[in-house]
T-cell receptor
Framework: LAKTTQPISMDSYEGQEVNITCSHN???????ITWYQQFPSQGPRFIIQ???TKVTNEVASLFIPADRKSSTLSLPRVSLSDTAVYYC?????????????FGGGTRVLVKP | EPEVTQTPSHQVTQMGQEVILRCVPI?????FYWYRQILGQKVEFLVS????????KSEIFDDQFSVERPDGSNFTLKIRSTKLEDSAMYFC????????????FGSGTRLTVV
């Protein structure tokens, strides 16, 4: 499984854009990059997934450079309710079983 | 939006007692999982289940643990003789085959062993 490295924590303010970069130097050809969000005492929630270039949905954007050794989750105009832990995971979603291996995540604190 | 439902939301049990945590995965999903998260620690994989059998389990998932899909909708995790260190949030998750939308997690069961 590809190991991921992301910052332990980040602070931001309401209305700002938050960018979280994740390193995954040994990503495999069939691996996708997936981001989850977790609020206290709740299960992780899928945010976005991508393979290369850029993916955007109603919640976030995911930027993946050509070498795919890193990725950046972008949260536009955050609000207080975006305070959570964000996890970057790398794996093959088509693989049988395909367990998720969570790291420590990035704790994002949005301040007023 | 379809949800994974877990019951109970909180369970307190005495050490040595058996507990059963229940989950109702999303109906058209084929893969089912249990994860746990000890307070302040990472989310840890316990077991995956597909086609009515365990497809993978972690070192944590020892003989004290078992899973079952007793009918077409429920997916249960049983801990036979609970220990203090089993206190954690237990999350059930499910997903379809080969899709890219990711897993859907339930809200969890907080298990407290006293």
């Amino acid at each position: 499984l590809a190991k991921t490295t992301q910052p332990i924590s980040m602070d931001s303010y309401e209305g700002q854009e938050v960018n979280i970069t994740c390193s995954h130097n040994n990503i495999a050809t069939n691996d996708y990059i997936t981001w989850y969000q977790q609020f206290p005492s709740q299960g992780p929630r899928f945010i976005i997934q991508g393979y290369k270039t850029k993916v955007t949905n109603e919640v976030a954007s995911l930027f993946i450079p050509a070498d795919r050794k890193s990725s950046t989750l972008s949260l536009p105009r955050v609000s207080l309710s975006d305070t959570a832990v964000y996890y970057c995971l790398v794996g093959d979603p088509g693989a049988a079983g395909n367990k998720l291996t969570f790291g420590g995540g990035t704790r994002v604190l949005v301040k007023p | 939006e379809p949800e994974v439902t877990q019951t109970p939301s909180h369970q307190v049990t005495q050490m040595g007692q058996e507990v059963i945590l229940r989950c109702v995965p999303i109906s058209n999903h084929l893969y089912f999982y249990w994860y746990r998260q000890i307070l302040g620690q990472k989310v840890e994989f316990l077991v995956s289940f597909y086609n009515n059998e365990i497809s993978e389990k972690s070192e944590i998932f020892d003989d004290q643990f078992s899973v079952e899909r007793p009918d077409g909708s429920n997916f249960t995790l049983k801990i036979r003789s609970t220990k203090l260190e089993d206190s954690a949030m237990y999350f059930c998750a499910s997903r379809e085959t080969g899709v890219t939308e990711g897993y859907t997690f339930g809200s969890g069961t907080r298990l407290t062993v006293v």
